[in-house]
């Protein structure tokens, strides 16, 4: 008789999402003339770049006639693609990338849902908290974390390196020794980064114990600070323990066309094993490449007119974030982000828990965000905005939160 993988039923229900749905969904409901503004949203929401369109339709064509037709993709990503990568995001940046080391994939989360799976059940990870939710459920899914305790929030096998006021909202380095450290800078959901310094930090440590990090630079093209490092491979040594996660999702629109790729370095072995081997052949067995028509759009954002365009893209959407912080400075609130990232993270005020200033918000300035503590235990008693929406509505959103 088959037997489910229990692991999956140790999962808490996702809550956070149909929660904030049922409230709004509810807040309309009984009050119809109010005008709602979404700043909780997490997805992009200018269309595809005109580079970006063009190129797709020039692939679409190819797809249509037998002598440009294309089949299977090769696994591990197109070789256009993985040289523009190497040439436009690491050679650019004083950082020397094999094609081979780049493998393209159908987007970052895929990617880091799916890296555990090469190493070992026993390994413990660490965690930033707040956390994008995807790195520690597919651990659990994995079965590597434990159980988890509902009165904390948390899982008995996993490291929470907090992310608060007290600690600039970057993580410090565990008291407890990790084998894999995931770490996402742009942060999201704090919209903290750290300095070139301080990811060295980081570097240097999972060297010293032999640990792997998987850096999830997902919100790279929102830096816009001169000490904030672009690639993890910046910092010296990071070849031999880092694992970098990219996505053409938040810097050029692809959340629904699908894209991203991950970067492991041959240098970064257990013994006399390379992961990339592994990953090769993880890749091989059990993806058949990204489609050539989402390729070829991807090599198009790194062309003259693309780089213009989605940097335009980029810069509407900061331009949101500035209002956004700046608004929310001027009435008295204790902010952060929104600087080298598209969210705002905010503090609740007067002692108001995370859900308590969700229904304030949405109740007295029509106002929908994200309660901090969906994201993490450390993320009680704060708040995330995001510059996602439009130039209008951020405006006025910001103009009623400054009323209350
Ligand atoms: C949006 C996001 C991703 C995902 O991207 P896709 O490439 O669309 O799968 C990955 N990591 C973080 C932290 C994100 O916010």
Redesign the pocket.
């Known amino acids: 008789m088959f037997k489910i993988n229990e692991n999956y039923l140790k999962l808490p229900g996702s809550y956070l999402f149909s929660t904030i749905g049922k409230k709004v969904r509810e807040f309309t409901e009984a009050n119809p003339d109010k005008k709602i503004i979404r700043l909780g949203i ?1 997805d992009v929401t200018l269309p595809l770049a005109p580079a970006v369109i063009d190129a797709l339709h020039i692939a679409v064509e190819e797809m249509a006639r037998k002598d440009t037709f294309k089949g299977y993709a090769p696994d591990l990503g197109y070789d256009f693609l993985r040289q523009t990568i190497t040439e436009n995001d690491y050679r650019t940046r004083g950082v020397t990338i094999a094609t081979d080391e780049i493998f393209v994939s ?5 990617d ?1 849902a799916n890296i555990q799976e090469i190493f070992d059940v026993n390994n413990k990870i660490a965690v930033c908290d707040p956390v ?1 939710p ?1 790195y520690v459920d597919s651990n659990v899914m994995a079965g590597r974390t434990g159980e988890y305790i509902p009165e904390i929030g948390k899982w008995t096998n996993v490291i929470y390196m907090p992310c608060t006021k007290e600690t600039n909202f970057a993580p410090e380095l565990p008291k407890e020794q990790p084998d894999i450290i995931y770490l ?1 800078f742009p ?2 959901p704090t919209g903290s980064t750290i300095t070139k310094d301080e990811l060295q930090k980081w570097v240097d440590y999972a060297n010293k114990v032999g640990a792997v990090i998987i850096y ?1 630079a ?2 790279e093209a929102y830096i816009s600070e001169e000490n904030v490092p672009h690639t993890i491979y910046e910092c010296e040594g990071a070849k031999t323990c880092a694992i970098e ?1 990219r ?4 810097n050029a629109g ?2 629904g066309t ?3 790729y991950t970067v492991v370095p041959k240098e970064l072995k257990s013994g006399d094993v390379m992961l990339n081997s592994l990953w090769a052949r993880r890749h091989g067995t059990k993806f058949n490449g990204a489609p050539y028509i989402t390729q070829a759009a991807g090599a198009a954002v790194y062309s003259e007119a693309g780089k213009k365009q989605t940097m335009e893209q980029i810069a509407y959407y900061m331009k949101n974030a500035t209002i956004i912080r700046e608004g929310l400075l001027s009435a008295g609130y204790t902010v952060s982000g929104g600087v080298n990232a598209p969210y705002i993270w905010l503090e609740t005020p007067k002692g108001m828990t995370s859900w308590q200033f969700f229904d304030y918000l949405l109740e007295k300035a029509n106002v929908v965000g994200t309660p901090g503590s969906g994201f993490g235990p450390s993320g009680e008693g704060y708040f995330r905005l995001t510059a996602f929406g439009t130039y209008e509505n951020t405006l006025e959103a910001i103009e009623r939160i400054k009323k209350l």
């Open positions: 997490g159908d987007g970052a989360k895929s880091s994008y995807v996402c942060n999201n999830d997902a919100y996660i996505s053409f999702s938040k692809f959340t699908r894209l991203g």
